[in-house]
Nanobody, 121 residues
Framework: QVRLVESGGGLVQAGGSLRLSCVAS????????MGWYRQADGKQRELVAS???????DYAESMQGRFTISRGSAANTVYLQMNNMKSEDTAVYYC???????????????WGRGTQVTVSS
């Protein structure tokens, strides 16, 4: 099993920044994609950004240019730098990891418990 633990959430004013961290532990061998998803009240969970072991990053269009995903020097960590934050960024942010043949963000992949991010206007 893989355990994902997120940290770094909190309250920030609009226009401010936050950095989320996620550490994977357990049977992490084989993880090839890690990412961040978010779920706002009353909405479906959505992709924020993902990154492969090779460093290829993918972003949701609304986060492009404001958010940056990166992997740590240790292969089991992933970060999300969020800048110029908006009230609509308020959500629970979840870390995700996937091993082939799991679909990143799919039900069979691994999820953290989430960290609350609240942006005040």
């Amino acid at each position: 099993q893989v355990r994902l633990v997120e940290s770094g959430g909190g309250l920030v004013q609009a226009g401010g920044s936050l950095r989320l961290s996620c550490v994977a532990s357990g049977f992490i061998s084989g993880i090839n994609v890690m990412g961040w998803y978010r779920q706002a009240d009353g909405k479906q969970r959505e992709l924020v950004a993902s990154i492969t072991n090779g460093g290829f990053a993918d972003y949701a269009e609304s986060m492009q240019g404001r958010f940056t995903i990166s992997r740590g020097s240790a292969a089991n960590t992933v970060y999300l730098q969020m800048n110029n934050m908006k009230s609509e960024d308020t959500a629970v942010y979840y870390c995700n990891a996937a091993k082939p043949p799991q679909t990143p963000g799919g039900l069979g992949s691994y999820w953290g418990r989430g960290t609350q991010v609240t942006v005040s206007s």
